[in-house]
C-alpha cells in the first residue's frame, strides 16, 4: 500500500523529523496536512543541521516532492524566508508544493493569539503565539483567507482589507495591537505573486501519483495530546495531528492508508501548560533537558521533562490505529543509574483502566512505575537490535508488551544513521 502516516505520540518534539527524514528515501511525496509553523523539525545531515517548521522534511530529497496539503496554516513570511534559507544552502524548493485549499496566517491572526494569551492571565495555554489558534478559528467561522485566493491579485488585496479591518476592531475589543491595514496588504500583494508558482491542487496531484504507483508519506505535526479532540484540552494546538486528520488534510481516504508509524521519544517532554503525570522537577529532569537539549525549536522554549508513559502511548495505539512505533533518542538515558516506565496511573488509589477523558483526573493521576537498571554505556554506535546491552532491550520490550504493537525503529543519536532498524 503506497501511504504511510508519522504521527507524534506525545505531546510534540518526539524526533519525528528525523524519521520523516529516514523513511522519506523511499517515499516520492512527503506531505505537511495539519498545523503551520508552530512546528519546528530539526534534521541533522552529516555536519549540517536543518530547523525546518513549514517546508516539509522531505525537502533534503531531490526526489521528493514536498507538498503543504489542505489542512496546513500557512505564514507566508516564514514559507519564503524558510525557501530562501534552504536555496541559500544549495537545497532546491522548486517543487514545493502548496494547496490551494490551506488557509493562510495574517499578522492580525498573531496579534490575536497574543492578546487572547494576555487575557487568560494565570491559564495561559503557552502557545508559540504564531497566530495558529486564531487562523484555525477563521476557518471554521468560514472567514479565513485561502491561499488559492492569490490567483486574483486584485479580490485578493480586497479580501486582505476587509478582513485587516474586521480584526483590527476585534483586536481593540481584547486589548491587542492592532495591524497597519495598508501595509499588510501590500506585502501580501507581493507574497502572494510569489506563491503563485508553488500554488497547486494537491488533492489531484496525490490522487495522480498514486495511481501512477507513487508512494505518500504524510508528516504529522505537533502530536496526539496536542490534537484539539483528543488531546489535554484546553492546553493543545487547535488541529487534528492524529491520523484521521491526516486524511483530511491531504484528501487521501483512511482506505489508502496501510502504516501509521507513532514517533515516542523514550522519555516525555511538554512546552507550555497542562496535566504531566510522569513530569521530573529535580536535578533528574534538568540532567534529561541538557542530554536531550530539549529546548523548544520554535520558541526556545525549556522543555518539561518526564519519565515514558505507557498509558499514554497505549492510548495513542487506539486513538491513530499505530501500526508501529519509532522509539527516538534512548540514548538520551544512556547516563542514568535507573530508568523509569510509567505502566499505570492510579487516581485515589484506584486503579486506572485507560487514559482519562478529562484533564483534572489527568492531573491528579499518579504514575506506578517499573524501574530498569541502567546501561551506562554509548548507544550510538549501536545498528542492530542485539548490540543493544539488556537495558535498553527492556525498555523496548516493555513498550512492546503494554502497547501491543512492534517497536520498529530506535533512535540511538542525532544523525540520520544513528538507528536500530528491525
Ligand atoms: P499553538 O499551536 O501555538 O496554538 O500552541 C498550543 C500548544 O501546543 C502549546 O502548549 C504549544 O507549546 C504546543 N505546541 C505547538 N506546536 C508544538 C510543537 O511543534 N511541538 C511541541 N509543542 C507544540
Redesign the pocket.
Known amino acids: 500500500m503506497p501511504v504511510a502516516v508519522v504521527v507524534g505520540t506525545q505531546?510534540?518534539?518526539e524526533g519525528k523529523a528525523k524519521v520523516i527524514d529516514l523513511l522519506a528515501a523511499e517515499h516520492d511525496y512527503v506531505v505537511r496536512y495539519q498545523?503551520g509553523h508552530?512546528?519546528?523539525h530539526t534534521v541533522v545531515v552529516g555536519d549540517q543541521r536543518y530547523a525546518l517548521q513549514l517546508v516539509p522534511s522531505g525537502v533534503l530529497y531531490e526526489h521528493v516532492t514536498p507538498v503543504i496539503g489542505n489542512g496546513v496554516v500557512v505564514d507566508l513570511p516564514t514559507l519564503f524566508k524558510e525557501i530562501d534559507e534552504l536555496e541559500g544552502r544549495g537545497v532546491s524548493c522548486s517543487r514545493l508544493r502548496v494547496s490551494s485549499l490551506a488557509q493562510l496566517i495574517f499578522p492580525w491572526h498573531q496579534s490575536m493569539?497574543a492578546a487572547l494569551e494576555n487575557l487568560r492571565g494565570d491559564t495561559k495555554?503557552?502557545?508559540?503565539?504564531?497566530g495558529?489558534?486564531p487562523a484555525y478559528a477563521d476557518k471554521t467561522l468560514r472567514v479565513g483567507i485561502r491561499a488559492g485566493e492569490v490567483r486574483n491579485a486584485e479580490s485578493f488585496a480586497r479580501r486582505i482589507r476587509e478582513r485587516a479591518i474586521e480584526a483590527n476592531q476585534q483586536l481593540v475589543a481584547v486589548g491587542g495591537e492592532v495591524v497597519d491595514v495598508d501595509a499588510v496588504v501590500d506585502r501580501f500583494a507581493a507574497l502572494g505573486r510569489r506563491l503563485l508558482p508553488h500554488l497547486c491542487d494537491t488533492v489531484n496531484l496525490l490522487h495522480d501519483a498514486l495511481d501512477t504507483g507513487k508512494r505518500v508519506l504524510l508528516e504529522g505535526?505537533?502530536?496526539t495530546f496536542?490534537d484539539v479532540d483528543h488531546g489535554t484540552y484546553p492546553?493543545?494546538?487547535?488541529s487534528n495531528p492524529t491520523a484521521g486528520g491526516a486524511s483530511t488534510g491531504s484528501g487521501l481516504g483512511p482506505r489508502l492508508i496501510d502504516r501509521v508509524i507513532g514517533i515516542a521519544k523514550a522519555y516525555t517532554t511538554?512546552?507550555?501548560?497542562?496535566p504531566f503525570p510522569t513530569e521530573l522537577m529535580g536535578e533528574l529532569g534538568d540532567a534529561i533537558v541538557d542530554i536531550g537539549h530539549e529546548y523548544?525549536t520554535?520558541?526556545g522554549?525549556r522543555r518539561r521533562p518526564g519519565w515514558l508513559d505507557l498509558v499514554m502511548l497505549r492510548h495513542a495505539v487506539r486513538l491513530n490505529s499505530l501500526s508501529e512505533i519509532a522509539l527516538t533518542k534512548l540514548d538520551v538515558l544512556d547516563t542514568f543509574d535507573t530508568v523509569k516506565v510509567c505502566t499505570a496511573y492510579r487516581v485515589g488509589g484506584r486503579l486506572l483502566s485507560g487514559y482519562p477523558d478529562d484533564v483534572t483526573t489527568l492531573g491528579e493521576a499518579t504514575p506506578e512505575y517499573e524501574e530498569i537498571p541502567g546501561w551506562k554505556t554509548e548507544l550510538r554506535k549501536c545498528r542492530n537490535y542485539d548490540q543493544l546491552p539488556e537495558g535498553a532491550r527492556r525498555v523496548v520490550e516493555l513498550v512492546e508488551q503494554h502497547i501491543g504493537v512492534p517497536v520498529t525503529i530506535i533512535g540511538v543519536g542525532p544523525e540520520r544513521d544513528d538507528c536500530v532498524v528491525r
Open positions: 505531546w510534540g518534539d498545523g508552530n512546528a519546528g493569539d495555554i503557552g502557545t508559540t503565539l504564531k495558529i489558534g505535526a505537533q502530536a496536542l492546553y493543545v494546538t487547535s511538554r512546552v507550555g501548560a497542562g523548544g520554535v520558541t522554549r
